[in-house]
């Protein structure tokens, strides 16, 4: 089993930063790690994952060139810094695991979630 706990979630204006950072705890070995987020009324969307294999990371079309993903695997905790947010960012963003080292970009391919921190971008 992997427990996930996401952290730094919180109110900024549009325009500001804001990092998430998400700490893995358990025995199961991780492979690659992402983050999803939900709006309220529509369903969960990719923004990033990366492998901790290739290391490569892959981004949504909606948040490339403004968030950016990183992971220590000595410590197992995923970062994402997110610069530029605009209101339509404002949504409850999860990390996920899974212990495949391949990257996938549906919510159903992952097992393992947090409980998810709430974003909220003031216009």
């Known amino acids: 089993q992997v427990q996930l706990a996401e952290s730094g979630g919180g109110l900024v204006q549009a325009g500001g930063s804001l990092a998430l950072s998400c700490a893995a705890s358990g025995r199961t070995s991780i492979g690659a790690m992402g983050w999803f987020r939900q709006a309220p009324g529509k369903q969960r969307d990719f923004l990033a994952a990366i492998s901790d294999l290739t290391k490569t990371p892959r981004y949504a079309d909606s948040v490339k060139g403004r968030f950016t993903i990183s992971r220590d695997n000595a410590k197992g905790t995923l970062f994402l810094q997110m610069n530029s947010l605009k209101p339509e960012d404002t949504a409850v963003y999860y990390c996920?695991?899974?212990?495949?080292?391949?990257?996938?970009?549906?919510?159903?391919?992952?097992?393992?979630w947090g409980q998810g921190t709430q974003v909220t971008v003031s216009s």
């Open positions: 996920a695991a899974r212990t495949s080292h391949i990257v996938n970009y549906t919510p159903s391919g992952w097992p393992y």
